[in-house]
Each structure stands twice: as structure tokens, then as C-alpha cells.
């Protein structure tokens, strides 16, 4: 680290690399003639690449999502340079992550400043080489990987392990070495066609095929290795022989749930502790979704690096900086905790900071519950204006964790603008939402309060500790005179379900799905105050008028579970005076579904709204046929019902549940009463 002025630090890096005779990579707006520069922005562009040095200006602030990306990519024997202001003045200055890192530093490597010596330096020792064929991971993982690939196992294969492991490799080895022993079609799917350059270069070199930028398509022996976005995988799988996921924590469970009901001969590979999300948290969700739909999958740690010597100084620095290893509270210090024991709190960021146990527990319970939490969230919620930290703790551990921002207050003309689609101030995705989206203006110049992450440890959640948080959230937010408080997140039932509980409604759904999550994001508020209750209006109720409208359209995919969790108590029409008829003569006689779907919608619509008790298979059925459109064929082959007659039938049986339902309680036939009254 060379600590000192603008000047001195950056002359005197240049002079370091250019002594060391290493070819360097500067993260920095500029960088001195003949170097190559690239802006922090765009340092994620760097995972999968190697680098002999890296320069890191801290100049103008530190980006931890650069920071992350880029120092991975040092290679054994190289550099890593930060520039910076003196430590005093880093340490006292307005970011308490770079006040953190400038406390670090010193235990991890050697700090000069303009009066000590000019450094000396030389590259270090490459670490000793593994086998020539690789470490003993990586040659298990290369052959369970290329069972997959050739259609021998039908188990899928999960790589766990950080940066330089060699994941990246052995997937594309392995998928070089299947290509060259048949005609295969193998799918590569990654956030970005940059991630999987290390697998298709490696694929290239088991097929002894000169280089080729990036991930650019493999084809040999009339068979193939392609890249795929994230939202396209799903379709290409199907028509392919394997599929491959590198980056897999980046991905949410709905994508990759999707891609194993495509095609179930996979192989995943993914960070414990991600730059982009977390590996953990991809572990714990999405464990139980592949048990469930192809059990035996074997899960493969990779510990050992390769691209650098074990105990490597850059990686510990990098870890410990960015929290990249935080962790909750063991289990047993906080089993048995319930809300009763429990302190519900606000932290000032500053103690937040200061208190390094308590931050990474913090961190750390975000870590496993958010399959997105990244490093750019520990400088938000340390550095960004507007930021609340919440806790929940029993006994001195941390058992719940909140992130929450100021939003909106935006003068009339900004928000007038918002509306028309001219401007989109970042920082405000509720007063975004309600103007542009719902077209309520007024609701934008309020101040509001979003829940940006909420997390309980996973030993004591269920209880109430969430509630508590939120309730706390909600006091100091009434206290304030915060109009509104509201979330967005990717639509689940159990989401849905909580946030309820809490008081929000929904008032928006995308309409179509997060690229790589696979979700469609649902907005949810509740007004705190009568100036806020007057901005949002109806919006829950025009949600839930609207979204029949849409499930026959943008929506004829979006999960069943969430369209119930989005109607329940909505107010729907009462059936028409023949609704009774022509649902007898369908469920219990020969007319066809398409003749009755009015009267079957507007059941299915009220079966909804009442919170109905289906199972997942029926309620999949009765939506998919009745409220968003799909053939009996596609629904067959949804389900695996075997013919669109036995979909068909199971989906007549799944209505009889709702009509009987009616019937016992006397609303359908009350209803149908009051129709024919009207009508006469």
C-alpha cells in the first residue's frame, strides 16, 4: 500500500510495476500513459481473468464489487498495489469501509509512505505445481462431470469453491473431452458470456482448437458447446444433451429449478463466497429444490487453489475486507430465542462499524438468507446516506438482521417527471414505482421507507423474530412521519405471506421475470400516515383487478402459488345466473372446459380470493388451464399428466373442490340468487 498524495502514490506505483517488470491492470479512472486502465464500474468484467499486477486507486473512494472481481484475478507470484491517502487521513475520512480497510491493511501487507525507502520490489515464488493433471478435486469433479456429459449418470454434479479452485477448467475440460468422444450439445449458462470464457478456453485446448474471443460457440464432431443467457438457458436445454452452469449462486432458484426440469443432466459450479451473491445462500435454498427433483446429486468442495499458494496474503486481505467469510452466530448460541427475548434495535452505522463481531454476524445472516448479497451491500449499508441498520439480538448474539433506506420526497416537478418517464432518480424505486408505474405522482413527493434486506437465523426462524423486526421498523418509521413503508423482492408464496403479515399489500408485479433470478419482482406498502394512505389509494385493489388481465398474457408463467398469495382477498364479481348450470354440465358431465372457462374462471377467481385449501398439483392445474390460458397439451406436458384428456380431468376434479367449497358455505348459490334478482 502506498499511502501519500494523489501525486506520489500513483508515480510511485508505476514506478513499482514498472521495476518489477509486471504487466499491470490499473482499477482507476486513468492510469499513466502506456497502462492499461479500466474503471471500477466495469471491474467485474475482470472474473476469470489473470493478471501479474493489479493496481488499486482508493483515490476516489473504494468500490468493494471492483475490489472483489478484480484481486481474484492476481496470479501467484504477482502485485497488488492500492493507492491511497495516508492512513490517518483514510481512517478519519467519511467512508467507514475505507476507515476499515485502512485498520487492515497494515496486518496483511507492507504500507510506504512518501518518506520511507522506494520499494523494492521482485515477484514472489509461484506456488508449488499440483499434478500435471490437476489437484485430486479437481481430477473427481473432471470425471464425475464427464459421466454427466456423456449421458452415463443421471446424477447432477455440484462444484462448491472459491476464486482459483479451478471450477471454470474442469467444467470446460470436461465438456471439451465429451464433445471429442461423441456428438454431444452442451449448454453453457453463466450472469454473462465474460464468466464462462475460462471454460470455453479450456474446452478449446481438450479439442486442441486454436483460441477464440470469449465464449464463442464451439462446434465439432456435429455436435456443440454454446453459451446462453440466463433467461434463455431454460429453452435451449431443452434440445441439449447436458448443461452446464458456472456462477450458479449468481442465478436465483427459479432459474435454476427451471433448468433442471428442462434437462436434468447437469453440472453446477459456483463461489462460497460470491462477488455477485452468495454461494452459501445458493447452497441452503437450492439444496432441497435439486433433492426434490433429482436426488442423488453429489456436491463436490474444491478447496485447494490453483492459482495461487494456500494461505495466499491477497486472499485473506480481500475476505476479511469485504466479509466475504461472514458468518452468523453458531447455532447454539441462539437456540431456543423467541421475540420475548429478544432486543429489537437501530444501530448507529458508526457502532455498527466499530463492532466487528457484531458486523459480520450481521453480514453474515444477509449472507445466507439473500441469494444477491454482495459486497456492494456492506458499503451500503456502512457508507450510503439515507441507511438504517436493524438487529434483533438475545443474549448479546445476532438472531435477526434489517437494511433499510430513506426514500422519495421528491419536489413535485421531479416527481412530474418521474411520471412522464423522463427521469429516474436512483435511490427511489418506491416513489419510482408508484409514479411511473401506478401513476400516483403525489405518492412520490412523500417520504418513504424500504425494506432493502430483512434476515433471521436460520435456527429460529419461524417464531416471530421477523415480525419483531419489522414492528420495530415500523415504530421508528411512524415516529418519523415516513408516509409510507414498503419492499420489493422476487414474488414467493412464503414472501407473500410474510410481508402480509406485516400489514404490506401488494401494488405492483413485473410483468416479466429478473433475468437471472427467474422471479418476477412484487412491489408491497402500507401507509403510515392519512397523507400516505390518500397517495396509494386503491392500488392493492387495482392490483388485483388488473392482474386477471395480464395472467392471460405478459404473466401466463408466473407461479401459481404467487398468483393465490396476489388474489387473496381480493373482491371478485359474483357468478352470472348460469354460472351453476354450465359448471354442473362441465365438472359432472361432457361440456368442454373452453365452453365453461368464464364461469370457471370467475370460481376459480373467488376460490382465490377466499383462500382456498388446494394442493400444489391442483391449484397449478386449475390456474394454468382457467386464468392464464394454456392448452390442455401444455398442460399435460407442465405436469406430466400423460394426455391432455387426464389434464383435463384432474383440472375438473381440482374445480369440484372449489364448487363444493361454495356450495357447503352457501356463497355460490347466495350469489347466484342475488345475480338472477338483479338480472330480473
Not at 206 to 225: F, H, K, Q, R
Not at 349 to 374: C, I, K, N, P, Q
Not at 599 to 613: D, F, M, Q, S
Given at each position: 500500500m502506498l499511502a501519500g498524495s494523489v501525486d506520489w502514490s500513483r508515480r510511485a506505483a508505476h514506478a513499482a510495476v514498472e521495476a518489477a517488470d509486471l504487466d499491470a491492470l490499473w482499477i482507476?479512472?486513468?492510469?499513466?500513459?502506456?497502462?492499461?486502465?479500466?474503471?471500477?464500474?466495469?471491474?467485474?468484467?475482470?472474473?476469470?481473468?489473470?493478471r501479474a499486477a493489479l493496481v488499486f486507486d482508493l483515490h476516489d473512494g473504494l468500490d468493494p464489487e471492483a475490489l472483489g472481481a478484480a484481486a481474484g484475478g492476481v496470479r501467484a507470484g504477482g502485485l497488488l498495489v492500492f493507492c491511497a491517502p495516508p492512513l490517518d487521513v483514510l481512517a478519519r475520512g467519511p467512508s467507514r469501509l475505507c476507515a476499515r480497510l485502512a485498520r487492515l491493511l497494515p496486518r496483511h501487507g507492507v504500507v510506504l509512505g512518501p518518506g520511507d525507502p522506494a520499494p523494492a520490489i521482485r515477484p514472489g515464488p509461484p506456488p508449488p505445481p499440483p499434478p500435471e493433471e490437476g489437484t485430486f478435486e479437481q481430477l473427481r469433479a473432471y470425471d464425475l462431470i464427464l459421466e454427466v456429459l456423456r449421458g452415463r449418470s443421471p446424477h447432477p454434479v455440484v462444484l462448491i469453491g472459491d476464486r482459483g479452485r479451478g471450477k471454470s477448467a474442469t467444467l470446460g475440460a470436461a465438456a471439451g473431452v465429451a464433445l471429442d468422444l461423441a456428438p454431444r450439445r452442451i449448454v453453457v449458462t453463466a450472469p454473462r458470456p465474460r464468466a464462462v470464457r475460462q471454460v470455453f478456453a479450456f474446452a478449446r485446448r481438450?479439442?486442441?482448437?486454436?483460441?477464440?474471443?470469449?465464449?464463442?460457440?464451439?462446434?465439432?464432431?456435429?455436435?456443440?458447446?454454446r453459451f446462453a443467457a440466463p433467461e434463455r438457458a431454460a429453452a435451449l436445454a431443452a434440445e441439449?444433451?447436458?448443461?452446464?452452469?458456472?456462477?450458479?449462486?449468481?442465478?436465483?432458484?427459479?432459474r435454476l429449478r427451471a433448468l433442471v426440469d428442462a434437462c436434468p443432466?447437469?453440472?453446477?459450479?459456483?463461489?462460497?463466497?460470491?462477488?455477485?451473491?452468495?454461494?452459501?445462500?445458493?447452497?441452503?435454498?437450492?439444496?432441497?429444490?435439486l433433492a426434490a427433483r433429482t436426488p442423488g446429486a453429489r456436491w463436490l468442495h474444491m478447496p485447494t487453489p490453483m492459482r495461487w499458494a494456500p494461505d495466499d496474503p491477497v486472499e485473506a486481505l480481500v475476505f476479511e475486507a469485504l466479509l466475504l467469510d461472514a458468518r452468523p452466530a453458531p447455532d447454539a448460541a441462539v437456540r431456543g430465542a423467541t421475540p420475548a427475548d429478544c432486543?429489537?434495535?437501530?444501530?448507529?452505522?458508526?457502532?455498527?462499524?466499530?463492532?466487528?463481531?457484531?458486523?459480520?454476524?450481521?453480514?453474515?445472516?444477509?449472507?445466507?438468507?439473500?441469494?444477491?448479497?454482495?459486497?456492494?451491500?456492506l458499503a451500503r449499508a456502512l457508507d450510503a446516506p439515507g441507511q438504517h441498520v436493524y438487529v434483533a439480538r438475545t443474549a448479546g448474539a445476532v438472531v435477526g438482521a434489517a437494511l433499510v433506506a430513506d426514500e422519495g420526497g421528491l419536489a413535485p416537478d421531479l416527481a412530474a417527471e418521474v411520471t412522464a418517464g423522463r427521469r429516474r432518480p436512483p435511490g427511489h424505486l418506491l416513489a419510482e414505482t408508484l409514479a411511473f408505474h401506478l401513476g400516483r405522482t403525489s405518492a412520490a413527493t412523500l417520504r418513504s421507507r424500504r425494506v432493502v434486506r430483512v434476515a433471521v437465523h436460520p435456527a429460529v426462524r419461524s417464531r416471530g423474530i421477523g415480525a419483531g423486526l419489522l414492528m420495530a421498523i415500523t415504530a421508528d418509521a411512524r415516529a418519523e412521519a415516513v408516509d409510507v413503508l414498503g419492499t420489493s423482492f422476487g414474488a414467493t408464496a412464503p414472501l407473500?405471506?410474510?410481508?402480509?403479515?406485516?400489514?404490506?399489500?401488494?401494488?405492483?408485479?413485473?410483468?416479466?421475470?429478473g433475468k437471472r433470478s427467474g422471479e418476477h419482482a412484487?412491489?408491497?406498502?402500507?401507509?403510515?400516515?392519512?397523507?400516505?394512505?390518500?397517495?396509494?389509494?386503491?392500488?392493492?385493489?387495482?392490483?388485483?383487478?388488473?392482474?386477471?388481465?395480464?395472467?392471460g398474457g405478459a404473466l401466463d408463467a408466473l407461479p401459481a402459488p404467487v398468483i393465490a398469495g396476489l388474489l387473496r382477498g381480493a373482491a371478485m364479481p359474483a357468478p352470472a345466473a348460469t354460472d351453476a348450470v354450465l359448471l354442473g354440465t362441465c365438472l359432472d358431465g361432457p361440456l368442454a372446459i373452453e365452453v365453461a372457462s368464464p364461469?370457471?374462471?370467475?370460481?376459480?377467481?373467488?376460490?382465490?380470493?377466499?383462500?382456498?385449501?388446494l394442493d400444489e398439483a391442483a391449484l397449478e392445474g386449475l390456474v394454468r388451464r382457467t386464468l392464464q390460458g394454456w392448452s390442455s397439451e401444455r398442460l399435460a406436458r407442465s405436469t406430466g399428466a400423460g394426455s391432455a384428456a387426464a389434464a383435463d380431468r384432474a383440472v375438473k376434479a381440482a374445480a369440484r373442490v372449489l364448487r363444493d367449497a361454495e356450495r357447503a358455505s352457501g356463497i355460490g348459490v347466495q350469489s347466484v340468487a342475488l345475480s338472477s334478482a338483479a338480472d330480473d
Open positions: 482507476a479512472t486513468t492510469a499513466p500513459p502506456g497502462q492499461e486502465a479500466l474503471p471500477p464500474d466495469r471491474a467485474r468484467e475482470e472474473l476469470g481473468d489473470e481438450a479439442l486442441e482448437l486454436p483460441p477464440a474471443p470469449d465464449a464463442a460457440p464451439i462446434e465439432v464432431n456435429g455436435g456443440w458447446l441439449a444433451d447436458a448443461v452446464l452452469v458456472d456462477e450458479a449462486a449468481a442465478l436465483g432458484v427459479a443432466r447437469l453440472a453446477f459450479a459456483t463461489t462460497l463466497h460470491g462477488y455477485e451473491g452468495s454461494g452459501r445462500g445458493f447452497a441452503l435454498r437450492f439444496a432441497a429444490t432486543r429489537f434495535e437501530r444501530l448507529h452505522r458508526d457502532t455498527l462499524a466499530a463492532d466487528e463481531d457484531a458486523l459480520r454476524a450481521w453480514f453474515g445472516l444477509l449472507v445466507g438468507a439473500h441469494y444477491r448479497t454482495s459486497p456492494a451491500d407473500l405471506r410474510f410481508w402480509r403479515r406485516a400489514g404490506l399489500l401488494p401494488v405492483r408485479v413485473g410483468l416479466r421475470a412484487v412491489v408491497m406498502t402500507r401507509a403510515l400516515t392519512p397523507e400516505g394512505a390518500a397517495a396509494l389509494g386503491d392500488a392493492p385493489a387495482r392490483l388485483q383487478a388488473d392482474l386477471p388481465v395480464w395472467l364461469a370457471l374462471r370467475r370460481l376459480v377467481l373467488r376460490g382465490l380470493a377466499a383462500g382456498a385449501a
